[in-house]
């Protein structure tokens, strides 16, 4: 039986929704939303978020969006967005999102 790989393309994978300052209870309850745009699934191994026009890794994703599917990333932990859990948490390199300026 053959094996089919699908790499993804530009726009297969979108920034569906980024909370870059954080929510009323705390600055660092940052959050990123990607979209998976495509029939398929998408394997985030390798992939990563960068910021400085790219210089800069924020944050490497792992794990797969299921087509059509949604992707949570949340800074500090799992409490960001009380009613969704989170596909993944971590630092956002250290020291979070900027309020303007990122790339």
Known sequence: MPVFAFAAAPGDVVLNE????????????????????????IDLSGWGIYEQGGSVLVISLSGSIASGGYFLIERTDDAAVADVVADLTGPFGGSGLNNSGEH
């Not at 980024?18 to 939303?33: F, L, P, R, V």
């Open 18 to 41: 980024i909370a870059w300052m954080g929510t009323k209870a705390a600055s660092t309850d940052e959050w990123i939303e990607l979209k998976n745009t495509t029939g398929s699934e």
